[in-house]
């Protein structure tokens, strides 16, 4: 796993921009629940941690991941931010639901990035196990959410350059 070694939630506060002025869309989907509240979690931590108001962040759910494309571009065209970050979680089971699903989710996020001013973040975990998923969610690993949402803030911030 790419994560093995590394800890999801470390950052160096200083490296990141103060997010006070800025204002966060987080999609997040509710398939696999358990998993998604975790990262929403940790990438709302984050935004507080460096800043961010409470009043612009905003959150919508949407089923699962494969609708997370539509959730985050109805969010860019209704809603004024400097950044989104698209929270899903698929993990593989016996058939080939996850290479599908995790595809579509993958593609479409890139297309409202190339589409689109504001930064889309990919905060899908895709992973073969349920353990995998809760290693990375707030986990032995950290938490993927807190890596996106320090993304969320450096995009957002070259964004407005």
């Known amino acids: 796993m790419a994560t ?26 509710e398939w696999n629940d358990t998993i998604t509240e975790g990262l ?6 984050a935004l507080l941690d460096c800043g961010a108001l409470e ?5 919508w759910n949407v089923p699962g991941s494969f609708e997370l494309t539509y959730g985050c571009k109805k969010m860019l065209a209704t809603q004024e931010l400097d950044a989104v970050i698209a929270i899903g979680s698929v993990i593989r089971g016996e058939t ?6 995790c595809g579509a989710a993958a593609q479409g ?17 895709t992973d073969d196990t ?4 809760l290693d990375r ?21 070259l964004g407005r350059k």
Do not use: W
């Open 130 to 133: 349920m353990q995998q998923a």
């Open 4 to 29: 093995e070694n590394k800890n999801l939630s470390v950052y160096n506060k200083e490296s990141v921009p103060n997010a006070k002025a800025l204002r966060f869309g987080l999609v997040v989907a």
């Open 109 to 125: 996020i890139k297309d409202l990035n190339v589409l689109h001013d504001i930064p889309v973040i990919f905060c899908v975990l």
């Open 96 to 101: 080939t639901h996850l290479d599908f699903v």
């Open 137 to 157: 969610s707030g986990g032995k690993h950290g938490n993927k959410g807190t890596e996106a949402a320090i993304a969320a803030i450096k995009m957002a911030m």
């Open 40 to 45: 929403y979690n940790g990438a709302k931590e």
């Open 55 to 59: 009043e612009n962040i905003t959150r």
